[in-house]
């Protein structure tokens, strides 16, 4: 039985915040919770005030809290049903309004964890553009607040069982821009990394990006308060060119006061355009 988990609680995230500058106040406490309590049966400290004891006096416990606290649920083309819309629609109808040579394409995948996400996009667009990808100036910025997952989406290797679930066709774009470099495992082929932009950023605190033509923001929301939500859509309109796409998690929505500021473009798959 967990005694004074509030109060505790809340010195753990306060905690958190002192060592890694991160705001967990505004996100749903009993999701917290359920994270937290994962470290206090793995620690055996019993609850959430003997835990908060141990993290004072086991530093290192810092980055197994944030393991849990920043789970990376990812894969290659996850949500199957959304990357064909973004395949068939999408992607052709943001390149129809584009000059070659011209304005670039921008695209930022938001708590892109190790990158799956973002290397999903790009495999599609260079299926797409062809020998022309390069004329587009096309660059997928892919933002996390955990370093570590960052640190191996910089490096674009992955394990056999990431490309789990994928249909032959998706299975065919693995081979095709991926090394097998043996032990079950894959690198991403020389060039297309120069499509790609890793960094830290917090969609919450940090200055978001600027001049995007989609942004997928995806099974994140789930995570934050209704007020906290609103804060990053306002964020995420700022970032978006006119007539960019939101795309957001299958189970997400945009509240209803703020349905006037976009378009709803694909209800099932939660693809929005900004008016």
């Not at 890694?20 to 937290?36: I, M």
């Not at 933002?143 to 490096?155: F, G, H, M, S, Y």
């Not at 804060?231 to 700022?238: G, T």
Request: proline share 3%; hydrophobic share 35%; net charge positive.
């Amino acid at each position: 039985m967990i005694s004074e988990k509030g109060p505790y609680l809340q010195n753990i995230l306060e905690k958190i915040k002192e060592e890694r500058n991160l705001d967990f106040s505004q996100y749903r406490e009993n999701l917290l919770s359920r994270r937290v309590m994962a470290r206090v049966r793995s620690t055996k400290t019993g609850g959430f005030e003997q835990y908060y004891y141990y993290l004072k006096l086991h530093p290192e416990e810092i980055d197994n809290l944030m393991d849990v606290m920043t789970i990376n649920v990812t894969e290659f083309f996850r949500d199957t049903p959304v990357f064909d819309a973004i395949e068939k629609n999408v992607i052709p109808e943001l390149i129809s309004k584009k000059k070659m040579g011209s304005n670039p394409v921008r695209v930022w995948s938001c708590a892109c964890s190790s990158g799956e996400e973002a290397y999903s996009v790009l495999m599609l667009f260079a299926e797409i553009l062809n020998k022309e990808i390069a004329n587009y100036g096309l660059t997928i910025f892919g933002t996390d607040i955990d370093n570590r997952v960052l640190a191996k989406a910089k490096e674009g290797v992955y394990e056999d069982c990431q490309f789990k679930n994928l249909s032959a066709q998706k299975k065919s774009l693995i081979n095709k821009y991926f090394y097998d470099i043996g032990n079950k495992r894959y690198w991403i082929r020389e060039g297309w990394p120069d499509y790609m932009k890793f960094y830290y950023n917090d969609i919450i605190a940090d200055v978001p990006l600027k001049n995007m033509d989609m942004i997928l923001c995806r099974n994140v929301f789930i995570y934050f308060s209704r007020k906290l939500q609103e804060h990053i859509l306002e964020r995420l309109l700022s970032s978006l060119n006119k007539g960019g796409f939101l795309i957001l998690g299958r189970v997400e929505s945009i509240p209803v006061h703020m349905t006037d500021r976009f378009i709803e473009y694909d209800s099932k798959n939660r693809i929005y355009v900004k008016k």
